[in-house]
């Protein structure tokens, strides 16, 4: 039964057993947000609670961190699962900014220092409401994001991948992103012969205040697509980085394909990444291990909560005479294959060489480009998303 606190759904949430801050919180939103109704938790909340009250109609959530990080962590976690869309603001008592990162890695959209103060809070606001567009105001968004997984290492998924991200802006897909999201082991700089200062680690920091700007110095424009990197050296910390959703957010807003290169499919981090994608893309060879390794990760990403009904089960480096058959594969797998890629070893290694996709014409460049024309059905990437400034009209009105 929902908490007897929540009553009606209510706009806002305010976690804190920290008087203090909860009456200067009060004292702030009484003046810049009168209209608001807002619910105080003295007390942290219970898992069950807080899903329950973010399916209440919550809008906006202000959580203490400084009285307790991990208890505070955890209920980030929960609400970043539950409901991504709503800004959660954590609140500090300095300004730390190793917290301040730290935060903004477990998924909080804000945060606000005290004293709080109006100009601190409108400064805030203005980040999120760029960020969380109302939901409401604006069309449900076409863009599509693809999630390469391999099955089991050395399939080649990062190959599939980054020819997957040019195939479909070959095919008049518009705006293109390729990320790689594999913060230990990604190869995408790499195989495209890229550097950067930044990666996908930077864009989580900056998850409250992503925008033009800001995303035009993390991406690197190659041959027409956007690409994000992975860090270039493993950093702290980045095992404990689990909510990809400021990334998708924006990625779906300013793109119209989102390509994204994975580690596999396990771990909190890459979970989340295959829940909050439109198609799971599972590659492996037609090897009888690597076919093994595939019936172990559907199994995995079944039990944690995965749709089994968006994944794509891809044949890379399909070479009859070694391995199973298309019909084999498909009988001891129960499942259908969705497209097989041809074993091409000299034009992508002539590819790697160079820094560049194989061309369109070679057998794998011809292989990758129906995988995109099934995938797609044809039609180009759908059209981005807008950002409106319906998020302040929604909260106060």
Known sequence: MLDSR??????????????????????LLATELPLTALTVF???????????????????????????????????????????????????????????????????????IQPFTADQFRAALAKVSRFHPSRAAEPESRTRVYCVMPA????????????????????????????????LTGTLAFLLKLKSSYSFVDALAHAGSLEADVWKALVIPCQDVDVLLSPENPVDGIGDVTDPAPILNYSRRAYDAVVLDTSGAYGDWNLSLARMCDDLLLVTTNELAALHAVLRAQTYLRRNGTDCSKTRL??????EEVGLRREGIETALRSGVFETLPSDYEAIQH???????????????????????????????????????????KLTG
């Open 42 to 112: 003295e007390t942290y909340p219970s898992r069950a609670t807080l899903a329950e009250f973010a399916a209440s109609g919550m809008l906006l959530c202000f959580l203490d961190v400084a009285s307790d990080q991990g208890t505070a962590f955890a209920a980030m976690s929960i609400l970043a699962s539950s409901c991504p869309e709503v800004p959660v603001f954590a609140l500090l008592r300095s300004n730390d900014p190793d917290l301040i990162l730290r935060c903004l890695r477990q998924g909080a959209s804000e945060f606000l």
């Open 152 to 183: 089991k290492g050395a399939c080649g998924a990062t190959t599939v991948a980054c020819h997957l991200a040019y195939a479909l802006k070959r095919q008049g897909g518009g705006r293109i992103l390729l990320a790689d999201m594999d913060g």
């Open 314 to 319: 891809v044949i890379n480096r399909y070479f």
């Open 351 to 393: 590819s790697l060489m160079e820094g560049k996709p194989v061309p369109s014409g070679s057998r794998f460049g011809k292989g990758v480009a129906r995988l995109a024309q099934h995938l797609t059905g044809g039609q180009r990437a759908g059209e981005k998303r807008s950002i409106l400034s319906g998020f302040l009209k």
């Open 6 to 27: 929540l009553g009606d759904p209510s706009r806002a949430l305010l976690v804190s057993p920290d008087p203090r801050m909860v009456g200067g919180l009060r004292r």
